[in-house]
């Protein structure tokens, strides 16, 4: 045997020796293109016999019945969370508030509000006039009427005996946007509104009774949602381990 041969057979033995030590035994499996298609295939497949066995009540809007279609693009959507009149959606209020940060991971669901998401519902009801009242006439309750005649009695008397049995009215107007505060302690919501009594003498202008601005802090209306840092609140939801199968749609 030439030494060019040995040479050979020895490289190989020492190569093939090296793979053994250096590679566990173990199965090696490559997928074809083919492969790769009928994997898709079969998985959209089993995707549309799960969504077929799903039991919900006939749907149907404006644009049809209820459909689905599957796709293979993916998409992350980043929700600003917040509230706008939708006659002017330029005029909203200036996002302040920090990104939440989720430090627990124990729960299935997690939910963040921060102040700005409350303060810009109330922010588009203010804009829409929501927090304005005007209560008069038939709108008027018998034992409110009561209360404001009663307490203005002294000041018709003075202003002009004849109104005693004139029409009253109240108006309330929150005359700036209620502004949300979350801290760990709780969360509170603080409207200022003007209130103005009026008395309404038949055939002349409405004569102002009173006028006061009031100041309306309201305590913690989110007991369910629990405060964990300042500016913002979160909630977890543990949900029960399903019983069937399920699809999870997501990037």
Known sequence: MTPCLLSILFLHFFVCSVMSVTEPAGCKIRFTDKGLDMLKYET????EEELSNISMPEMKGQDGH????ITEYNYNMIFKGMFFDLSNQNDTLKNSAIDPVIREYSRMVYLALSEFFFDSGMFAYYKAGIFQMHIVN??????????????YFGAIIMLNPALVDAPLSLQLAVNSPPKTTI????ATV????????MVLPP?????QLSSMTMYFPQPSFL????PVSQQTMTVGLALNKPTTSILIFGP
């Open 138 to 151: 038939e709108k008027m309750p018998k034992d409110l009427e009561m209360l404001l005649r009663t307490t």
């Open 44 to 47: 959209l497949k089993f995707v």
């Open 190 to 197: 603080v409207m200022t509104a003007i209130v103005q009594v």
């Open 183 to 186: 801290k760990t302690s709780g």
């Open 203 to 207: 055939g002349q202008p409405p004569v």
């Open 223 to 226: 007991d369910c949602i629990e």
């Open 66 to 69: 209820f459909q689905y279609n």
